[in-house]
């Protein structure tokens, strides 16, 4: 993963088509040493390919995977019971705000 943050940041700010050495020296400058065999694994998948396709191809298949979430939310709704339905989104809502303080843990993106 921090291979192809790497990888991304170095297209953002220009470089079309960034090389290994390239993105070593990124991970280098946060004290990240790179893993040779799955730096060349990323360029060579990578190799010749628009990046911003990839992810708009990604995300359409991502879209396509069904998530419970949904089917519940049809099911309280169909039930005639929407208030019931707002008050269980309320305490979901607490709940992950609670998860998503703890995921960070100490540790940084790039760790």
């Given at each position: 993963?921090?291979?192809l943050?790497?990888?991304?940041l170095l297209?953002?700010?220009?470089?079309?088509s960034?090389?290994?050495?390239?993105?070593?020296k990124?991970?280098g400058?946060v004290?990240?040493?790179a893993?040779d065999?799955?730096?060349?694994?990323?360029?060579?998948?990578?190799?010749?390919?628009?990046v911003?396709?990839l992810i708009?191809?990604?995300s359409a298949k991502?879209?396509?995977v069904p998530?419970g979430?949904?089917v519940?939310?049809?099911g309280a709704?169909?039930?005639?019971?929407?208030?019931?339905?707002?008050?269980?989104?309320?305490?979901e809502?607490k709940?992950?705000?609670?998860?998503?303080?703890?995921?960070?843990?100490?540790f940084?993106?790039f760790?």
């Amino acid at each position: 993963m921090r291979h192809l943050a790497a990888y991304l940041l170095l297209q953002i700010g220009g470089n079309a088509s960034p090389s290994a050495a390239d993105i070593k020296k990124v991970l280098g400058a946060v004290g990240i040493e790179a893993d040779d065999e799955r730096l060349e694994k990323l360029i060579a998948e990578l190799e010749g390919k628009d990046v911003n396709a990839l992810i708009a191809e990604g995300s359409a298949k991502l879209a396509s995977v069904p998530s419970g979430g949904a089917v519940a939310a049809s099911g309280a709704a169909a039930g005639g019971a929407p208030a019931a339905a707002a008050e269980e989104k309320k305490e979901e809502e607490k709940k992950e705000e609670k998860e998503e303080s703890d995921d960070d843990m100490g540790f940084g993106l790039f760790d």
